[in-house]
């Protein structure tokens, strides 16, 4: 299968800082990766997906310019929280797809997660 | 817009026992794809299977099979022969289109616990 990491694993910041949330697909490329928030006993919900070489797009009610996406390069798109607060508190997780799953079609892999803590 | 529904917040199974997860979804599309997953305590997101809109046989892998049944637009999961390693959160998802590329829509999720 295709691996993907993300760093830090988790954070904790201090409201009005901040952070940026880093993810790597290690052992393929991803033109295309897909950033997912879940608060606490919820479900995943995208925030934006992440095309390398041009704008991330974003999800209805995602602010863009809190939430910065770069995807520098094949293999690295960035997640910076600005100004966190504590309702950002939460946890990121990040996915690409890769044809080196099991399946035929293109499965998405999906990072550990980074559990962000703002006080 | 395309909407999956779990409607079991949480699942009680007794170890060696077969379970099964609701999942229904709504789309107007005729090409999709229909996932589960697992993300226990540590917050990974375990893929379990997959089934495209066009698969005529359910899919399975190894104790994980998935019933599927289009007109019913439903998509549950079977567990077979739970093992305490099963406690975790699962999720069902769908993509549109056959492709990787588009976006998962999540469902609330099915907390399952597994009691020895």
């Known amino acids: 299968g295709a691996v993907v990491s993300q760093h830090p694993s988790w954070v904790i910041c201090k409201s009005g800082t901040s952070v940026k949330i880093e993810c790597r697909s290690l052992d393929f490329q991803a033109t295309t990766m897909f950033w997912y928030r879940q608060f606490p006993k919820q479900s995943l919900m995208l925030m934006a997906t992440?095309?390398?070489?041009?704008?991330?797009?974003?999800e209805q009610g995602v602010e863009k310019d809190k939430f910065l996406i770069n995807h520098a390069s094949l293999t690295l798109s960035t997640l910076t929280v600005t100004s966190a607060h504590p309702e950002d508190s939460s946890f990121y997780i990040c996915?690409?797809?890769?044809?080196?799953?099991?399946?035929?079609?293109?499965?998405?892999?999906f990072g550990p997660g980074t559990r962000l803590t703002v006080l | 817009a395309q909407k999956i529904t779990q409607t079991q917040p949480g699942m009680f199974v007794q170890e060696k026992e077969a379970v099964t997860l609701d999942c229904t979804y709504d789309t107007s599309d005729q090409s999709y794809g229909l996932f589960w997953y697992k993300q226990p305590s540590s917050g990974e997101m375990i893929f379990l299977i997959y089934?495209?809109?066009?698969?005529?046989q359910n899919a399975t892998e190894g104790r994980y099979s998935l019933n599927f049944q289009k007109a019913r637009k439903s998509a549950n999961l079977v567990i077979s022969a739970s093992q305490l390693g099963d406690s975790a959160m699962y999720f069902c998802?769908?993509?549109?289109?056959?492709?990787?590329?588009?976006?998962?829509?999540f469902g609330k999720g099915t907390m399952l616990l597994v009691s020895p």
């Open positions: 998802a769908m993509s549109l289109g056959n492709s990787g590329y588009s976006t998962l829509t």
């Open positions: 992440s095309n390398e070489g041009s704008k991330a797009t974003y």
């Open positions: 996915s690409a797809p890769s044809l080196a799953g099991k399946s035929s079609y293109n499965e998405q892999f």
């Open positions: 089934q495209g809109s066009y698969d005529e």
